[in-house]
Each structure stands twice: as C-alpha cells, then as structure tokens.
C-alpha cells in the first residue's frame, strides 16, 4: 500500500512504525473473512482492510472523525486477521496507533468513562474491595508448594484472577506440585499492563510493566526457570513486552528475557510427562481464546494436549472467531459482545458438553454469564 504520511511523523518511532505496517498490506482483502466484526456488521469500514485505510488517512491528513473512532471502538484486537494475513501485516501494532489518534477525538465523557473503567480494573486493591461482595466460585484447598526436584517455576497470579476464579491458580499449583515443581507465586500487586496499553494509556502501562519486569527479573537471576501464566490474555501482553521498547532502552533486554522465559500453561505442559495426573472424565467443549491462537500464535496447543490426555474433543464451528470479551470490549461494546457470546456459546454447546473450558480469565467470565452450563479453566480438569 501506497503511504503519504507527512515527513515529521515519518520520523518519529510510532510514525515509522505505522508507515512500515501500512505499506506491507497488499489491500488483498483476505482477512475479511476472518474479521468476526466485518461478519457481523458486514461494513468494510468495520474490516481489519476498512481500518487499515481509517488509520492510513488519519495519519496523512491529521482528520478523524467520529465515525472513524466508531469503526476504531468496534475492532476487538482479536487479531484473528493477524493469523490470516498472507503478508504478515502487524495489525495488532497498528491499531494501537489508530486508537491514540481515537483518544484525541473522543467526546470527554467518554474519556472520563473509559478512564474509570481501565482504573477499576487495574486496582488489585479496589477490585479486590468489590470482589468480596461478588459471587464468585468456590475456594478449593490452597496448594502447598512443596519443594519440587525438577526446579523452580514462577506464577503469574493475575490481578482479577486470585478473587474472581480463585481455583485455577490452586489447580495449576497443584498440578506443578505434582509433576514436581516447585511453585513461587508473585505478590503480584500490578496488572501486566495490557488493560491500559489497549486502552491507550501507555504511560500507566509502562509504570506497571517496568516494576514487573524488575521484580521478575530478580525471580530470574535467583534461579527460576519459567514464568507460568494461565490467564493467555496477560500471556501476550508479556510477551509483548520488548516491542514497548527501543533496543537501546536500559529495560529493552530484560524485557526480552522476561518474554523468553514466559510460557502459557499448556506450553509448558506439553513438554511434560503427565503420566502421574489423572484427569477428570466428563464431556467438554474447549474456547480457544484469541490471546492465545493469534496474540500468542499458539493454535490448537490446548486441544492437542487435552487429547492427548484422553478427551475427545467436537470440533467447534467458527473456532476461530472471537467470543466478545475482548478485554473492556463487552463492557465498551454490549451490543456486538453480546451477539459474538451467543454465536460463540451456541457452536461450542452443539456437542451437548457437560463443561465449557478455556485459557483465559476475559473469556471465561463473560462466557459464564450467557450460559447454565459450567465454565472453567481447563486446568481444574487435571487437579483431581
Ligand atoms: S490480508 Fe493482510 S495484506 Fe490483505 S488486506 Fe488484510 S491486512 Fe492487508
Ligand atoms: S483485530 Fe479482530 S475485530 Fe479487529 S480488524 Fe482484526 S479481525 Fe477484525
């Protein structure tokens, strides 16, 4: 694709960034098909092509207007156009830039609104206030950390995760405790950083992500190998944590090793011998979260290792498609989160499944709240 983006911006990191990843799409349109927005709303404006183009115009004229934030508000991040894209366009990457020039436009309700939002949910302390007057599922026995021979692994805990779905921490520490682990939990006082960075507030990000890095890294140089994460949509954000950064940025390096040394659960699992669990013997559907099939480009890893232990899976229509958490989206967007939840609960309970079971804490609340049939992570089917 042709670009004309004016020679200033060119100069800057963000403004060669976005001109880099606008002149690898080829316009060829192949990722429509794959766009759960486009599907559903059936505008090219509301395609990962439709937006590219938003975002090109934008930056070359400095003009945005409020249907653009509208188009801009209603894309997911699924990136399931990523893992379709013949050309490797770095959707994900753009769209962030796209959305800082949304910011600029925004009515300031909406700024003041989005701006609580993001704040609530990235306050461990104020959430955890509200988390012990909300339903949330019972509280197994707490793991015991027993000192593994096979070496020492690090738990991301997750900032929502401890109050809202307790039980996958204590499974996941149970089943690392069986395969021989030994377990350090973080006292993870920060979000990974990915609710502010998705909502363009990159300097709160960067303060959360920086103290992560330092205290991890410190887990690191002490002799821990992995760092776990169960919960894919912070996974990704890990992960990405290098591309926040110049190469010759003091945190650049640390970063890099922090993301090396992140794994998802099942990543780490599948390089294991699961002889010693027993599992769980009921009939499920998996949802494979977008944060780990495109964001982590780790596609049918969780249903190859649930096979492998036994489970037949049905196929599930359209696995591809996002369910409609997305983050804030459902919060931000109920109409379209809503309609993708039931598209996403009525393919996953074709095969009359007992249990519903995901990656990905995002998905899994707001799964739940559609359907009478349990939702969990498919980690407390390997915790017996
Ligand atoms: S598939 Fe890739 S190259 Fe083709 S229009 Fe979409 S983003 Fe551009
Ligand atoms: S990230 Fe998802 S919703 Fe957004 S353009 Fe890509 S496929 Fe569509």
Redesign the pocket.
């Known amino acids: 694709m042709q670009t004309k983006l004016p020679e200033q911006l060119i100069k800057t990191p963000q403004g060669q960034k976005a001109n880099d990843i606008l002149r690898s799409?080829?316009?060829?349109?192949?990722?429509l098909a794959t766009c759960p927005t486009y599907q559903l709303l059936g505008n090219e404006l509301d395609s990962?092509?439709g937006r590219?183009y938003l975002i090109k115009s934008a930056l070359e004229t400095n003009a945005f207007s409020q249907k653009s934030v509208q188009h801009l508000d209603s894309c997911l991040t699924c990136r399931a156009?990523e893992t379709?894209?013949?050309?490797g366009?770095e959707?994900g990457q753009l769209i962030e830039i796209g959305r800082d020039l949304v910011e600029q436009k925004r009515p300031l309700w909406q700024k003041i609104a989005r701006t609580s939002v993001r704040k609530l949910l990235t306050s461990p302390v104020l959430f955890n206030l509200l988390g012990s007057v909300a339903k949330h599922s019972s509280i197994q026995t707490p793991a015991i950390s027993q000192q593994g021979d096979k070496g020492r692994v690090l738990l991301l805990t997750g900032c929502v995760q401890p109050t809202l779905t307790p039980n996958t921490n204590h499974a996941t520490k149970n089943v690392l405790a069986t395969l021989g682990y030994e377990v350090v939990e973080t006292a993870q006082k920060e979000c990974c950083g990915a609710i502010d960075q998705h909502n363009s507030a990159h300097g709160d990000a960067l303060i959360k992500i920086k103290r992560n890095i330092d205290q991890w890294s410190t887990l690191l140089e002490s002799g821990i190998t992995t760092i776990i994460s169960t919960a894919s949509g912070c996974g990704v954000m890990v992960k990405d944590y290098p591309t926040l950064f110049k190469p010759d940025d003091a945190y650049y390096q640390k970063a890099v090793s922090v993301a090396a040394q992140t794994k998802d659960i099942a990543e780490f699992l599948s390089d294991q011998d699961l002889s010693s669990l027993s599992v769980e013997n009921t009939k499920i559907s998996y949802h494979a979260p977008c944060s780990l099939q495109h964001g982590q480009k780790l596609p049918n890893l969780v249903e190859g290792l649930l096979s492998k232990l036994g489970y037949e899976l049905a196929p599930i229509t359209d696995a591809h498609l996002c369910c409609g958490s997305a983050g804030t989206y459902s919060i931000f967007q109920p109409e379209i989160s809503k309609q993708l939840r039931d598209n996403k609960l009525e393919n996953l309970s074709q095969s009359q499944p007992n249990l519903i079971v995901t990656s990905n804490i995002g998905c899994q609340m707001h799964l739940a709240k559609g359907t009478d049939t349990d939702v969990k992570h498919w980690i407390e089917l390997l915790d017996n």
């Open positions: 799409c080829v316009h060829c349109g192949f990722c990962p092509r590219i156009c379709t894209c013949p050309s366009v959707y």
